[in-house]
């Protein structure tokens, strides 16, 4: 029998030719700290299901990747909407956002909410289906013909969705006789999922996947109701202008009628803003610390809270934390040996806690200049003294973090955290990431403003999210605030700038894989071209450009 070469992590194994892809990440599993759910060769990612005819160089991706745990989780989510559709025939299922390290779901079925009593039986339908290793079959149609398959298994609001579909082939899968559409890679059958668990959490319940650390073991539930909270906003937010899916807002565009929903968006935003700096005047808060994740408009949102801030009659004081950097050669190191300017122990600490309670108690500060190029603090003699009506106003991904304002009582702090919850999901089962939007606007940003190519862009994304896990997100539930920054029309205005962009990355490219991906689900977008409802003081401004308040 004909053999191939096929080279993993630079060892070389000997396999026959036509070999299925399953077949070898079972023989590997044990080496790798996570499931294995799908391969990677030549910038493309290809299902376990696949063979393979020729020498390669093939990468196991696993779930402690994010391409690895998507494809985990949008298996047993198919699981789970099975299991539910079977319990409780006609029910409606959504997967509305992730939320404690899973996905955060609803399950309407004529009750106001899910009982301990469903959850369990649900826990049980979805073993069951995993036990019985239903094969998992993609079938892979036009637009047309999948429209009418998805009507016929009274899936019309998916079907809906398939109309505005750029590209004509489809993806749908078959599991057991349940046929529905999601976008991205599944397992080949329902076994593969082999750890999980559901916790009900409000009004629906969140199922999680197995842990980076074990993956025998699913992921803890961690309660975050200030989160849940603001998501909850958001959707009766939505609702409110009856754009809760991509379709809606679709047929809104080819209709005309998005203006009204940029202003109420535009106005919604405005009202929160305002919102916040009544509660700061109300409660005599001194220091405002803002917190978020990378582009989600923290520089756009601190100079509108200012304005509002003023319009209380009070004067805000920023102070940047840069200029508060240790010098260069005192910056910790990360475990690969260089710099670490995100960790909090890049920032003198003391020296920023002695100059706030200085400046709490009326007393004047010299302030710092941190220089880049030198990578020295230096003092050009500048100083500051604060009277009783200027808050002073911290921005920076430690802003929640205790130990950055240790020697100041919290009676005095007040925690805003922001980020960009995406309102719409392209269907009830195929969600929009809240990373994925953040990741957009960035790619369009870093072009716009500051010549990075898309390709730079999303390879230093990993970076990126790696500080926000271990800086920003453990300390979100900290705030006395969140707001959320997502516009509900964006993705249709992003979408003519960041498509080009992602275009241009090739198939040969390190990136292609999420540019790739990343299209795909912006192919279910109208682009909205008319930008002329957009406000200069809205937060997209600082993505696309023309803001009258960001430099």
Known sequence: MESINIKIDDKNYEYPKNVILDTISRDLSDEYKGIVTI??????????????CEDCNLELIDTTQPDGMRVYMR?????????????????????????????????????????????NNIKLKVKNIIDSDFKIEKIVTDKLDAIKILKENNKSAKAELLKYKEYEDVKLYKCGGYINHFYGHMLPSTSYVKTFDIKKWQSGVVILGPSKNDKSKPQDFVPQLKLSNIYKESEIWSELMGIDKVASLNEAIINNKYGEIIRIVEALHEKKISQIADMAKEHNKRVILIAAPSSSGKTSFAHRLSIQLKVNNLHPVPISLDDYF?????TPLDEFGNYDFESIYAIDLDLFNRDLEKLLKGEEIKLPKFNFKTGKREFSGKTLKIEKDQPIILEGIHALNPMLTQSIDDKDKFKIYISVLTQINLDNHNRIPTTDLRLIRRIVR??????????????????????????????????????????????????KYAKPLLEQIKDDNEAFIEANRILKFLQYFVELDDELDIPPTSIIREFIGGSRIVD
């Open 39 to 52: 391969g990677k060769i030549k910038n493309k990612l290809k299902d376990l299901s696949s063979s393979l």
């Open 75 to 119: 298996t047993l989510s198919l699981i789970f909407i099975k299991a539910c559709e079977e319990i409780y025939p006609g029910c409606d299922v959504t997967i509305e956002h992730s939320l404690s390290n899973g996905l955060y779901c609803e399950i309407k079925n004529n009750k106001n909410e899910v009982t301990e009593e469903d959850m």
């Open 326 to 330: 240790v010098d260069r050669e005192d």
């Open 446 to 495: 870093d072009y716009n403003f500051r010549g990075y190519s898309a390709e730079k862009t999303i390879l230093n994304w990993w970076s990126v999210r790696r500080g926000e896990d271990k800086n920003i997100f453990p300390y979100q539930e900290e705030a006395d605030i969140m707001f959320n920054s997502a516009c509900l029309y964006e993705l249709a205005v992003l979408k």
